[in-house]
């Protein structure tokens, strides 16, 4: 209730902690196996991965993936966002 006196007024900061935007996570749109034959080239594609959110339409999303630390400090694999082609 908004008061013209100041003693019968108050401010109080509230803090709100989402846990959970909507019911699913991204997750990928099929099952990926994949396998890397010991002659591959260098900078040879090796899997094209799509990821989907079951909560939304798929149109507009822009998902973005990474290697896991232990992998990106490798030169071994290198990801290349294909901005969805």
């Known amino acids: 209730i908004i008061s013209d006196n100041p003693k019968q007024s108050s401010r109080v900061p509230v803090f709100i902690k989402v846990l959970d935007v909507n019911d699913n996570a991204p997750e990928f749109a099929m099952f990926y196996e994949t396998f890397v034959c010991e002659n591959a080239k260098a900078e040879q594609l090796i899997q094209t991965l799509s990821a989907v959110d079951k909560d939304d339409s798929y149109s507009g999303h822009q998902f973005s993936f990474s290697l896991a630390p232990e992998a990106a ?8 966002d294909n901005r969805g082609e």
């Open 73 to 80: 400090s490798s030169s071994n694999f290198t990801l290349q």
